[in-house]
């Protein structure tokens, strides 16, 4: 006799919250500047992690200008650093 199939059509694996049925994954987007372009990446974390993120770039973003990016390359080339790649500027 053969086995039916297992439906996985409704399987998640670790989501918080399921995914709005017309969400579409996170594009990349180039944004332009008179410096290098960024690049958009979109990644999940924690709800922790993204509040203990908050708060630490509103404490050295004290004069306004918003210091997130700067955090995240920061924290990028530490681990470049880790795993012996060179770091970006």
Do not use: C, F, I
């Given at each position: 006799?053969?086995?039916?199939?297992?439906?996985?059509?409704q399987f998640q694996v670790n989501v918080e919250a399921a995914p709005a049925e017309d969400a579409s994954p996170p594009r990349q987007r180039?944004?332009?500047?008179?410096?290098?372009?960024?690049i958009t990446k979109g990644f999940r974390v924690?709800?922790?992690a993204a509040r203990q993120f908050d708060m630490l770039k509103a404490e050295?973003?004290?004069?306004?200008?918003?210091?997130?990016?700067?955090l995240i390359a920061e924290a990028l080339n530490l681990l470049f650093q880790k795993y012996g790649k060179p770091q970006v500027g």
């Open positions: 006799m053969a086995r039916k199939a297992a439906d996985l059509s180039v944004r332009s500047s008179s410096a290098t372009p960024l924690k709800p922790e050295v973003s004290g004069n306004g200008k918003d210091k997130g990016p700067a």
